[in-house]
């Protein structure tokens, strides 16, 4: 006897993934590791740390300069993070 209804394995992982509440954290490790990409090396470098609580990333900045030229790109980076996350994982960025 045949099966007829089969899935793939990456449609059964990503069910598991949410059944188990690991996609969330998951997801948040994503848009994290991704910053330095998105943001760039040289904001990269001026980035002390960062944090997400509530769907929204809290990055502590140790330059004026760039936290000025972060809070005018916000938008887009929390656009460009969350295609990189491959879902809405936040919504808002606060630069400290």
Same mark, same amino acid.
């Given at each position: 006897m045949r099966k007829t209804r089969t899935e793939g394995i990456g449609s059964l992982i990503q069910q598991y993934l949410r059944e188990t509440g690991l996609e969330t954290p998951l997801n948040e490790h994503r848009v994290i590791q991704a910053w330095s990409t998105v !943001?760039?090396?040289? &904001? +990269?470098? /001026?980035? $002390?740390? $960062?944090?997400? /609580? =509530?769907?929204? $990333?809290?990055?502590?900045?140790?330059? !004026? +300069?760039?936290? =000025?030229? $972060?809070? &005018?790109r916000r938008t887009e980076l929390v656009a460009r993070l969350n295609a990189q996350a491959g879902a809405q994982v936040i919504t808002q960025i606060v630069l400290r």
């Open positions: !943001a760039g090396p040289v &904001m +990269a470098k /001026y980035t $002390l740390d $960062l944090k997400i /609580y =509530n769907q929204v $990333l809290f990055v502590q900045v140790s330059s !004026a +300069a760039v936290r =000025n030229e $972060l809070m &005018m």
